[in-house]
């Protein structure tokens, strides 16, 4: 009988065992576990990518990317069942917001980062929201039409990104030397042709759609003819942290699947935005009603 009783409860015990095991199976690992330990979600954020994330004129970050990142901390809050869950908005630019991430300063992302193999080496992506096409923008007056025209001169370029890379790719500026003169973020990149320092940027061209329509003079600009590669946009998160990529996934997809986030794209592409009250008048694509309809986070080769 005694043996019967040992026995029972070995049985027990490993019941119990296998049931903690499942139940630590759901618990929080990853940004996740750091958020529910912390009580804080640290957001990184942009301050001058027009209109994804940047700063209205009370320096409070605003954007497309901003009200979506919204879904996903709503999302985070209820996974974790902590709806007073502290949210801290950090500052980035396209040169830190790498290793912020890595190094756990911030805990995502919202902002206009393209999401690509190579990056995704250091950091993983949550589903498409919205796709870009790399072109080169020059004054009018400049003389260059197409980018073999752009042989000798400076070329503006934001320190920590590779658009700038994509012209040497390209068949007519395979052959070309120019000179790289970097900016801290779009907007000093883009501000070095308005002053003239440098003859063209490379950058997305929804970001220079709204740094041209927030110059004094947006008639002074314009687009070459080419376009150097098409990229997916995603938040950014730490890579191989599959708990919070399904959370984040979870909250955009039910936005797709519902529509709403045609609303939130009309909203701040084709209706007039903070603080000037500019429009922008940029259409979906699209590539990116495809990405919608199909949610993915394939990066860019």
Same mark, same amino acid.
């Given at each position: 009988? *005694?043996?019967?009783? !040992?026995?029972? &409860?070995?049985?027990?015990? /490993?019941?119990?065992? %296998? +049931? ?119 004054? *009018?007056?400049?003389? !260059?039409?197409? &980018?073999?025209?752009?042989? /000798?001169?400076?070329? %503006? +370029? ?144």
């Amino acid at each position: 009988m *005694k043996r019967n009783m !040992i026995a029972a &409860l070995l049985a027990i015990g /490993g019941l119990a065992a %296998a +049931t903690g095991c499942k139940a630590d199976d759901h618990s929080p690992t990853g940004t996740l576990k750091k958020v529910a330990d912390t009580g804080t979600l640290v957001v990184g954020h942009r301050e001058s990518s027009v209109p994804f994330s940047y700063l209205d004129d009370q320096q409070k970050p605003i954007g497309y990317s901003m009200e979506l990142c919204g879904y996903v901390i709503d999302a985070v809050k209820a996974k974790l069942k902590k709806p007073d869950l502290k949210v801290v908005l950090q500052p980035v630019t396209s040169a830190n917001r790498i290793p912020l991430l890595q190094n756990g300063t911030i805990d995502m992302e919202c902002g206009s980062t393209t999401n690509s193999v190579k990056r995704q080496e250091q950091v993983s992506f949550a589903n498409t929201t919205f796709v870009t096409n790399v072109k080169v923008v020059v004054k *009018k007056d400049s003389g !260059i039409k197409s &980018l073999s025209d752009l042989d /000798g001169q400076p070329i %503006a +370029t934001t320190s920590g990104t590779t658009s700038v890379q994509l012209i040497r790719e390209n068949e007519k500026g395979s052959k070309i030397n120019f000179k790289e003169i970097y900016g801290k973020d779009h907007a000093e990149s883009f501000l070095l042709v308005a002053n003239d320092r440098a003859k063209a940027f490379v950058m997305d061209d929804i970001l220079i759609a709204g740094l041209i329509a927030n110059s004094k003079t947006p008639d002074d600009f314009m687009f070459l003819p080419e376009v150097l590669r098409t990229e997916p946009y995603g938040i950014m998160i730490r890579k191989d942290d599959p708990m919070f990529k399904e959370v984040a996934d979870e909250a955009l997809n039910k936005l797709m699947k519902s529509g709403e986030i045609n609303k939130i794209y009309a909203k701040w592409f084709e209706s007039p935005i903070p603080p000037k009250g500019i429009n922008l008048n940029f259409a979906m694509s699209p590539e990116l009603k495809a990405a919608i309809a199909n949610p993915n986070s394939e990066g860019v080769k």
